[in-house]
């Protein structure tokens, strides 16, 4: 693996895994599939007990993964705890699931009907450098409840979290072959969970263009699949809300992980009665965010995760109309600041593109359809944001926005207890929420005659 460096400060770190070849991302896939049958036939509440044992145990070293999130990958201090202690609350929520992971019994005639959740053998799950820690657990904690098999790929530039919990989950006492992760190339080691029949299920986040070639290969083996994919989303503010609340908040729903947010906000619109109230606040908010080494305690915005990827977000710039940004320190490091552009042309690749990065770009609207038709004039539907004090406008609109996870006078981030998923190109499926377990599985119908 080429080495890794630490985004703030540019300094290369001194651990590189080895990136995992086609035949050793084989012999791994074998040894997830060797390991199924047994895991499979844990009796349910001694699995619950193993998740529970393996959460506790990241709990224990939260501030650990932390810290190794904080170098690898820019975030800020209060954020990686975060996600550390998400890959925990993922595990306790499931940890409930094999103990309820009930069948119905289908009223039918001659016989009884009955139904099982019967898991699928070995599950391939493909991250990004976003969110490392979050995002695997959301595969894996469902997976291994339901009873299959884990090999799980963490993005290239960012596997040290991955492979720490990976150790966690052995040392809480899941047998050998359960939760494997296997660091590698995407078009190596990715590519071979798309192939290799052995892994009945791919969990894909990533990219837009790698989920279409993704869906494409599993459509070879009728493989399962679900993709979380890119996003676009508005924050539609509606003249008839708190302004100064909504603008005072604006900046933590685009600017948060540098941008680097498949749900972030990085369209506002608002009302042409509010938007030069709103605009100036904005302004305000942006320039007080701290954008300061991420270790620092008091961090709200740390730098980009590479030179690539700030370079690719620097791209949207040249030409756009840049009202004002906020601060970013001086010296090494992928540092971009927030920035904030106004824009009036829908055609603007600042508008339409996903650029994933720290770039907000705002438009005023004049009515509710207005408003509706510009969040919906994407080819994205992940998320969003409304905010108004009239109930009834809300629904409405929350109705009629066509991406999967909205909320009213807030942003609210991912949250486990609630399906996760996007509409249009930005994804398929949903993980998450109660019901994130049956999709690791095949329901099976059985009739018995009376
Ligand atoms: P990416 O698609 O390049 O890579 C994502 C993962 O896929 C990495 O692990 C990579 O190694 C792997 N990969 C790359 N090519 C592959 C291939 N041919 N076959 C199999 N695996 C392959 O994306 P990225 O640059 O790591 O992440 C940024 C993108 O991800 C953004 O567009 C963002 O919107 C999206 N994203 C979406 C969500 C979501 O939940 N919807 C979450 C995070 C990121």
Redesign the pocket.
Known sequence: MSTLINPSTGAELDVSPASATLEEADAVIARAHDAFPAWRDVAPGERARLLRAFAALVDEHLEELAQLEVLNAGHTIGNARWEAGNVRDCLNYYSAAPERLFGRQIPVPGGTDVTFHEPLGVVGI??????PMP?AAWGFAPALAAGNTVVL????LTPLTAIRIGELAVEAGLPEGVLNVVPG???VV??R??THPLVRKVC????????K??MAGCADQVKRVTL????KSANIVFADTDVAAAAASAPYAVFDNAGQD?CARSRILVQRSAYDEFVGRLETAVKALRVIDPADEQSEMGPMVSAGQRDSVQAYLDGASVAFTGSVPDGPGWWLPPTVVESSDTTEAVWRE?V?GPVVAVMAFDDEDEAIALANDTEYG?SGSIFTSDVGRALRVARRVEAGNLSVNSHSAVRYWTPFG?YKQ??LGRELGPDAPNAFTEEKNVFIAH
């Not at 790929?153 to 290239?156: I, L, N």
């Open positions: 493909i991250v990004p450098w976003n969110f995002i790929k963490p993005a290239e190339k995407g078009s990715g590519e969970f798309v894909f986040t990533g990219s837009t263009t790698v989920g070639r993704i979380e994919l890119g996003g498949c996903e994933f992940l996007g930005s994804g």
